[in-house]
């Protein structure tokens, strides 16, 4: 039987006094382990869900019961430096991984983590190769696949293009996966595709891919990349004077935070995202206000997963019965057994998985305006609730 759990732990955040936490009985931390760029060119994706999953830590070990120890170990969006980071973890004495954030350090380490029997949650590492064949990683976020396919269909339901340009990334297993599916699919919706161009993770002059999609007349810049480029795109396009439709997936989340980015640029930029931090439920409502409190600035979709994360293992953990002594492996075997059967509702959806580690929920389009993220549903209506809903028992 399926349980849904959000809703109650807020209600005993809400209603926790100092008093009852006081007498409260606590139990040995369990230890989790979380991994991901803390630095170089993705560390707002890190610093997010490291932030976001802390947050949530302290909630849960405010309750007493069952506690969690939280290590954050950087891997700087490099695989082998993830691989370094996770053999910490695994000296440390890590029973489970929120992680890794990016894609291809979460292939390296889920191989890792595979032999050796440890659970992985990944917060944001959307490809499908991350969870192939390996029944201990599970994703919290949707594929790559879905974003894929759901951008063409956004696209093309709200007829907001007759031509279409591409620029991705075709050295990230990522953005190439995202394009695959983008491209299928606007096929088969008849979507008009008039350039396609790529670049690798060293390009800094998009002058060729922009100068290409201009020409050929691109009403309509589809993106699925990461933040850090797609600022470079918007400035250079802004530059040349060309302005279309810039659309984006999550990876383009957290560009509004980059220092010294001029967010004006980002002015109309659609994308696709599992959280607005514009939602007005409760439990959007109160992370949001915390996580202002705390780090001064609204919470990303990272931040978002990093929160969902902690919550949907210390679900598993108190269903599967796991204490600070059970073992990695035996840990393993019981959370594998747990997630199968949770649905929770948290900030970034409801969400249920399957045995091949994989989550089901609905992307849902954002665009930004005046500097913050304005959500729209699914089938393109303003929404004030945007991507979150509220916290339900079942």
Request: aromatic share 8%; glycine share 8%.
């Amino acid at each position: 039987m399926r349980k849904t759990f959000l809703a109650l732990v807020l209600a005993a955040v809400m209603a926790l006094t100092m008093v009852c936490g006081a007498f409260a009985e606590e139990e040995a931390a369990i230890k989790v382990g979380l991994i991901g760029p803390m630095t170089g060119a993705a560390a707002s994706y890190g610093t997010s869900v490291a932030q976001g999953a802390q947050i949530a830590v302290d909630e849960v070990n405010a309750l007493g019961g069952i506690q969690i120890e939280l290590n954050v170990q950087d891997d700087q969006h490099d695989p082998e430096t993830s691989i370094n980071a996770y053999n910490t973890l695994w000296d440390w004495g890590a029973q489970m991984i929120i992680g890794t954030v990016t894609t291809g350090p979460c292939v390296a380490v889920a191989a890792e983590a595979y032999n050796d029997r440890m659970f992985m949650l990944t917060p944001s590492a959307s490809s499908t190769d991350v969870i192939a064949d390996k029944d201990n990683v599970y994703q919290l976020c949707f594929t790559d696949p879905a974003q894929g396919t759901a951008s063409a269909q956004y696209i093309a339901e709200h007829e907001l293009a007759t031509a279409i340009a591409v620029i991705y990334n075709n050295a990230d297993t990522y953005s190439t996966g995202i394009y695959q599916t983008f491209e299928a699919e606007a096929a088969n919706l008849g979507l008009n595709i008039v350039s396609v161009t790529t670049f690798t993770d060293d390009t800094t002059d998009f002058s060729v891919q922009l100068t290409e999609a201009r020409e050929a007349g691109a009403d309509l810049v589809f993106l699925p990349i990461y933040y850090t480029p797609a600022s470079m795109i918007l400035q250079q396009a802004a530059n040349m004077e060309y302005a279309p439709i810039f659309f984006g997936v999550d990876g383009m989340d957290g560009i509004l935070n980059i220092d010294g980015f001029d967010t004006s640029l980002a002015e109309g930029v659609m994308l696709l995202t599992p959280f607005s931090a514009d939602a007005t439920d409760e439990l959007t409502v109160n992370f949001v206000a915390k996580y202002n409190e705390l780090y001064g600035a609204n919470p990303d979709q990272f931040a978002a997963d990093g929160y969902d994360c902690v919550y949907a293992l210390y679900a598993a953990i108190n269903n599967a019965g796991i204490t600070a002594e059970t073992s990695t492996e035996d840990a393993c075997e019981m959370l594998i057994a747990a997630m199968q059967e949770l649905e929770i509702t948290g900030l970034t959806g409801t969400m249920t998985w399957d045995e091949t580690g994989a989550v089901t929920k609905t992307p849902t389009a954002v665009r930004i305006e005046n500097g913050v993220y304005v959500g729209f549903d699914v089938n393109g209506a303003e929404t004030a609730e945007a991507t979150a809903t509220e916290a339900a028992a079942e």
